[in-house]
């Protein structure tokens, strides 16, 4: 059973429209992440939560909005989608205060902007 | 800045062969080091991991990485692949704050049966 699921699997959007990304961790874990993978770039990291709280953003644009509603969710708001948005994003988690910490990946979303 | 490199973009072995997919990184201070395997259409999964002590570490499923002050190197090795090995590699490295990592941009490792 995937302990990490993201919803959905695939996703195809319109230039400007608005998508929230699902993520729900049922690891009992306390940190969750949003990391892209565009074509032919490694993953980036975007997003850290811990407690569902942010605790750091890499991500520029405002457009991108994490949200956590209870503590083992994470969903990711995109605003005024362009093309370039077009990636894979995983959702991962992890259990903060290890040190090198590991963290688990759902499968992704696979967002198509066109 | 931190910075790693997988130099072989795709490699391709037999069953039963041994494999040795290369990473090299480019850190200034304390690191850790880490591999993770992706299978088609999954999720990134966790292999290894290092960050002091005895320089090679034992993974999942017979893989086993060598770190490399010297070489600043952390590649990753297995004696004997499965075909269901066949995935792709991505070497990651992490400051400080563990959870956000730089990974590389991945070997994809093909098993010939």
Redo the contacts between chains.
């Keep these: 059973d995937p302990k990490?699921i993201q919803k959905p699997k695939y996703l195809v959007a319109v230039t400007g429209s608005e998508k929230i990304l699902i993520c729900e961790q049922y690891l009992g874990h306390n940190?969750m992440?949003w990391?892209r993978q565009s074509a032919?770039?490694?993953?980036?990291?975007m997003f850290?939560y811990s407690y569902q709280k942010l605790m750091?953003n890499?991500t520029a644009s405002s457009r991108f909005q994490p949200q956590s509603s209870k503590k083992n969710h994470l969903d990711l708001q995109i605003t005024a989608l362009k093309p370039d948005d077009s990636a894979t994003y995983?959702c991962?988690s992890?259990q903060?205060g290890?040190?090198?910490?590991?963290?688990?990946?759902?499968?992704?979303t696979r967002l198509t902007v066109l | 800045t931190q910075t790693?490199s997988q130099s072989d973009a795709h490699v391709t072995v037999f069953e039963g062969d041994s494999v040795e997919l290369r990473c090299n990184y480019s850190y200034g201070g304390s690191i850790?080091l880490?591999w993770?395997i992706q299978h088609h259409?999954?999720?990134?999964?966790?292999l290894l991991?290092?960050?002091s002590g005895n320089p090679v570490v034992q993974g999942v499923n017979g893989f086993e990485a060598e770190f490399s002050k010297s070489d600043s190197s952390f590649h990753l090795r297995k004696a004997s692949v499965h075909w269901s090995d066949s995935a792709v590699y991505?070497c990651a490295v992490?400051g400080n704050?563990?959870?956000?990592?730089?990974?590389?941009?991945?070997t994809s490792l093909l098993v010939d049966p």
């Design positions: 990490i940190a992440y990391y032919k770039k490694p993953l980036e990291f850290s750091d890499q995983f991962a992890s903060e290890q040190g090198a910490e590991t963290l688990y990946f759902g499968s992704g | 790693v850790y880490s993770y259409g999954r999720g990134l999964q966790f991991k290092y960050y991505f992490s704050m563990g959870y956000k990592l730089t990974f590389g941009t991945g």
